[in-house]
C-alpha cells in the first residue's frame, strides 16, 4: 500500500510540476525546412531588395520583395480565419540623412499581428530583414540575391508565422520584415518610434539576421552552434541605476541579457542538440544589426544568428577572384540550419505568448545575514513564482525553486553576497515569464 502511495505520488509530482509541454515539440516538428527553402529563393530571385531599388517592377526590387511578403502573410492569415493583421508600416527618409541614402525614399516595414486573448497590448516581435546589398553599400542596381543576409532570416519570419498562427496565445506576436537595415537601421528605428507611439508593452524583439550560415570563415562547420546577442543593460537607464551597481550589482543583468538566458533555456530545455552560444555584447565587433534601435530606446531585444560568418557571401559584388566565390548566394544556405534557428525563434515566442506578465517590482534583501528574502508584486495570471539564482560568474540561472502562488520568500541559508538572484512568474501550463532581476532593496 505504501509503496503504490509512493508511485501514485510520484506520478502526480511529475504531471503537475512537468518543465515541458508536447505543444512546444509539435512547433518544432512543424518548422519547414522546405517552405524556407522556397521563401529564400522567392526572395533571392527578386533580384536586388536594396532599399533604394525599384518599386514599381512586379519582379524585381524592393517594392516587388515587400507586396510578395505581405501576400504571403495575408494566405498564412486567411488559413487561421483572419488570425493576423497585415499592414505595411513607413517612414520618409530624406536624401542625405546620412552618406547611404541618395534619394528621398520611403522605408516600408510589413508586419503582421496576431492578438492576444488575454494581454493584447503585450507584444513579442520576430524580425528579419527585407533589404539586400553589394560591395558599394550604395549600389542599389546590380544583382543583390542577400539570400543568407537576409533573407534567411525572412524566411524564418514567415516560417514561424504560419506554424504559431495554428495557435491561440495569451500575449501578441508580432511576425516583422524590416526595410533599411543596411542603410543605418531605418526601419528597425521607425517601427520602435511606431511602437512606443501605439502604448505597446513590447516584453521583447527577437532579431534573426543571418540564420542559414553552418561554414564559417575560419574553417569551422557547425549546424547546432549559434549565437545570442545581447547587451549588458540598457543605453536608457539613470544614473542613479548606474550608481547603485556598483554596490546591489546587475553589470551583466539587464532586460535584453534576461530575454537571451531565456531564449537559451528554452532551446536547452526543448532542441538540446543545438549549442546556443551567450554573447555578452550588443553586436559583433563595430557592426550593427536591427535589434539596436529598440534597444536604443530602451526595448528588451537580442540577435539570433550563425556562429560561424563567412564575410567573402557577405555584401559582395557577385564575382570570382583567385578562385574565390564571393556574393551572398543562394547555394551557401543551409536550409535545415535555417529551420532550426526558425523553430528556436518560434518555440521562445510560444513559451513568451503563453506565460503570464512579470513581476514588475522585485526586492531583495540578507545583507549581514544567513539567508536571501525576496519579495515582489503579483501578477494576474500567474499560479506562481519561481526564484532564480547563480554563481555570480555564471552566463546561465542555473539554480531555481518554484516557490508557489506567495509574494516573498526566504532561501534559508543562501547568502545573498554569493549568488544573483531573479523571479520569474510561472502560468498555470508551466509557461514562464522572463526572469526580473531586483530593482529594489530591502533592509
Ligand atoms: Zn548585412
Redesign the pocket.
Known amino acids: 500500500m505504501k509503496r503504490i502511495l509512493i508511485i501514485a505520488f510520484t506520478i502526480y509530482s511529475l504531471t503537475s510540476f512537468s518543465q515541458t509541454d508536447q505543444r512546444i515539440y509539435d512547433i518544432i516538428n512543424s518548422v519547414s525546412a522546405n517552405r524556407i527553402e522556397n521563401d529564400i529563393t522567392k526572395l533571392a530571385n527578386f533580384g536586388t531588395r536594396h532599399t533604394l531599388s525599384d518599386t514599381i517592377s512586379e519582379t524585381r526590387g524592393i517594392g516587388a520583395a515587400r507586396r510578395w511578403i505581405k501576400k504571403e502573410f495575408e494566405k498564412t492569415s486567411n488559413s487561421c480565419d483572419g488570425c493576423l493583421d497585415v499592414f505595411f508600416q513607413k517612414n520618409l527618409v530624406k536624401e542625405g540623412d546620412n552618406q547611404r541614402i541618395t534619394k528621398d525614399v520611403w522605408v516600408v516595414n510589413v508586419v503582421a499581428i496576431q492578438r492576444g486573448t488575454k494581454y493584447p497590448n503585450r507584444y513579442i516581435i520576430m524580425s528579419g530583414?527585407i533589404d539586400?546589398?553589394v560591395s558599394d553599400p550604395n549600389n542599389f542596381t546590380s544583382d543583390s540575391p542577400?539570400a543568407n543576409?537576409?533573407a534567411s532570416g525572412m524566411a524564418g519570419t514567415l516560417e514561424a508565422a504560419r506554424v504559431l498562427s495554428k495557435y491561440k496565445f495569451e500575449n501578441s506576436i508580432i511576425y516583422l520584415g524590416l526595410s533599411g537595415?543596411?542603410q543605418g537601421l531605418y526601419g528597425g528605428k521607425g517601427f520602435a518610434q511606431y511602437a512606443i507611439d501605439q502604448n505597446w508593452d513590447i516584453i521583447g524583439v527577437l532579431n534573426n539576421?543571418?540564420i542559414g550560415n553552418i561554414k564559417g570563415v575560419d574553417g569551422v562547420i557547425s549546424n547546432r552552434d549559434f549565437r545570442i546577442f545581447s547587451e549588458p543593460v540598457p543605453p536608457t537607464e539613470t544614473e542613479k541605476e548606474r550608481k547603485s551597481r556598483r554596490f546591489y550589482g546587475g553589470e551583466v543583468d539587464g532586460i535584453s541579457r534576461q530575454l537571451a538566458r531565456y531564449t537559451y533555456k528554452t532551446t536547452k530545455t526543448y532542441m538540446p542538440e543545438m549549442n546556443p552560444l551567450m554573447i555578452y555584447r550588443l553586436d559583433r565587433f563595430g557592426r550593427g544589426g536591427h535589434h539596436r534601435p529598440f534597444n536604443d530606446i530602451g526595448f528588451t531585444g537580442i540577435r539570433i544568428m550563425e556562429a560561424h560568418e563567412n564575410y567573402t557571401q557577405?555584401?559582395q559584388d557577385i564575382r570570382t577572384e583567385n578562385s574565390i566565390e564571393y556574393g551572398d548566394k543562394l547555394k551557401h544556405v543551409n536550409f535545415e540550419y535555417a529551420a532550426k534557428l526558425t523553430a528556436v525563434n518560434a518555440i521562445t515566442m510560444a513559451n513568451l505568448a503563453w506565460a503570464p506578465p512579470a513581476p514588475t517590482q522585485v526586492g531583495i534583501g540578507g545583507i549581514v545575514e544567513a539567508s536571501a528574502k525576496l519579495k515582489w508584486d503579483t501578477v494576474e495570471g500567474a499560479k506562481g513564482y519561481k526564484i532564480y539564482w547563480r554563481d555570480t560568474t555564471s552566463p546561465t540561472w542555473d539554480y531555481s525553486r518554484y516557490v508557489g502562488d506567495v509574494s516573498e520568500f526566504t532561501l534559508e541559508g543562501i547568502v545573498i553576497d554569493n549568488f544573483y538572484f531573479g523571479i520569474a512568474s510561472v502560468g498555470k501550463d508551466g509557461h514562464e515569464s522572463v526572469v526580473v532581476f531586483p530593482n529594489k532593496i530591502m533592509r
Open positions: 530583414d539586400s546589398r542577400g543576409d537576409n537595415e543596411e539576421d543571418m557577405q555584401h
